[in-house]
């Protein structure tokens, strides 16, 4: 009797479900080695004429055909790391008072709300920067900033120049804006993963909040945490459109965080459209697309490597 | 076809073979808003579509290249190589005009001074605030506070940056030595914004801030703008008379395949930075018949389209002007058994 019932169905479907998701599986690794690829041949041009001075020269002169990829690579770098300096903190505030402070009831539509922040596209914080920001800034801020602290001896030349409104420090807030809810999303979710056991171990002792936080939960959680600010950082190094509306799109390195600067997503987004098939220019784009993905591929690189449960100190 | 007989049916004047033909180019976003409009009339009036891509100049220039479009339109003159191996022939359709906007509290439309050499100082970081006492010398009787310049330039590749520093290059030795003129250049000083809306934006909200933008753009949201002094030597205000005026200046006749210089040009009453916008047309088309009605929408435009292009702050090619272009059709495109095509 069990002879009947226990017999194999046909496998074909098994087969053929497997063939699917194999191809599905070596489609994107097709697709990622591809745009290497692509941006490498493309770049290689620019790479062959600059050499190693490409990622050291600061100069982008179109009209003279020299280019560097010095003041977007600064740019990219700055503003993502001063957006971590403020989403970091401000995300871990949400995610302690989220997992540990707030009142049950409240939880769960802050969370929500957290996560719809995360949906909002792009293009919309950059409007947002640009029509209310970027005007407080201008108006209030930096005159704030000229008029008291440009008089100042010897410094006093960091917070020179006309108010514009944009420049690095404005694109960091905008991106930190934007990567908050990313690293807060992850940072509530590894906190949940702590053992309630440990916790109220901790509080038997007479342990503060605080003191559960910092000894208990961050020591369990750290690994992880480190890899949600990765994976933060690496959507700030590759936004465009929102850094583009803000960060002053200048190619100079400025000596003031007020200052105007470029990030390499925008730069190759402004200057695609007007580059001639063939031409230096299109080759030296390309060849910035190339080094902002091995930049990405760095940073995801770690922070896969520090989510992984193995790596655990 | 249904809506043809349909047409037809109600009485409307429809002419013979109503069936619209198309006709595609691409290229420079400058003039798209008068193509779209002469788009529109023609496809009435000589049963003529035009789809019409504003992707840029210098893909326009590709795409013609590649003959994937009938026509190319750039704002920059195509040099005259590229012109020769691409076996095309250029042709203006009509012009425009930049002008300058500032945000200064106490200073009226068009009552700032300014010399186009001082503009190139202000844009090289030169002369960097407003009560500079080259701009207080110029300016008698203008309240003008102690305040920085904000040079504002377009961060996007664009035609305008290129006819803007083409003009800061002609009148500033230095800016030619320098940044000198592209459609986007290496700025000594400023912040960029993309397209006209983010140059006058960004001049908007900051307090001493100047741009450059397109006419149309400035005259339709009301900016504003300054004088400037030309290369007689005259303050002139950016009006339509001081356009057509700087137009009929430009030395057409003797210009390589009609690259016609309008920048800094003489005369008392020119504005001092007009140019002129481009079509590259293939003189060995592939399909004649399509190339023949991308000539057949350009001579009707010329013949109608001006009061169109007026209306849109556009500076329309003076009748001499077409009647050479019109020559040029005749005599240098050619179908592939070297008859003209039109």
Known sequence: ????????????????????????????????????????????????????????????????EDYGALVPVFGTLVTAVLALLMAVPLAFGIAFWLTELAPAWLRRPVGTAIELLAAVPSIIYGMWGFFVIVPIMAEYVQPFIIDNLGELPLVGAFFQGPPFGTGIFTAAMILAVMIIPFIAATMRDVFDTVPPVFKESAYGLGCTTWEVMRSIVIPY?????????MLGLGRALGETMAVTFVIGNTNRIAHTIFGPGNTIASIVALEFPESESGSLKLSSLLALGFILFVISF??????????????KA | ??????????????????????????????????????GEAAKAAVGLELNYQAIGSGGGQNQILQRTVDFGASDAPMSAEKLETGKLLQFPTVMGAVVI?????????????????????????KITKWNDPKIVEMNKGVKLPNLAIAPVYRADGSGTTFVYTSYLSAVSPEWKAGPGAATSVKWPAGAGAKGNDGVSATVHNTKGGIGYVENAFATQNKLTTIQLRNKAGHFVKPEMSAFIAAASAGDWVNAKNFAVDLIDRDGATSWPIVSATFIELPKDPK???????????????????????????YIPLPEAVQTVV???WHSQVMSPDGKPIY
């Open chain 1, 1 to 64: 009797m069990s002879h009947a019932t226990t017999k194999r169905p046909s496998n074909l479907g098994d087969t053929i479900f497997e063939g699917l998701a194999r191809f599905s599986g070596l489609f994107v690794l097709v697709l990622l080695g591809g745009i290497i690829v692509v941006l490498f041949i493309g770049g290689l041009p620019a790479f062959k004429q600059f050499g190693l001075s490409f990622l050291t020269s600061d100069n982008w002169d179109p009209v003279q």
């Open chain 1, 221 to 229: 959680t750290r690994i992880s945490v480190v890899g949600g600010i």
């Open chain 1, 298 to 311: 760095i940073v995801l690189a770690i922070s896969r490597m520090l989510l992984k449960p193995g790596a």
């Open chain 2, 1 to 38: 076809m249904k809506i043809a007989l349909t047409a037809l049916a109600l009485g409307l004047a429809v002419s013979a073979g109503a069936q619209a033909q198309q006709i595609t180019g691409a290229g420079a976003t400058f003039p798209a808003p008068v193509y779209t409009k002469w």
């Open chain 2, 101 to 125: 906007i500032v945000n200064l509290p106490d200073v009226a439309m068009n009552q700032l001074k300014i010399s186009g050499e001082m503009l190139a100082e202000i844009y090289a970081g």
């Open chain 2, 287 to 313: 399909d004649p018949v399509r190339s023949a009605n991308v000539i057949k929408f350009f001579d009707w435009a010329y013949k109608n389209g001006a009061a169109l292009a007026s209306g849109l702050e």
């Open chain 2, 326 to 328: 019109r020559a040029a």
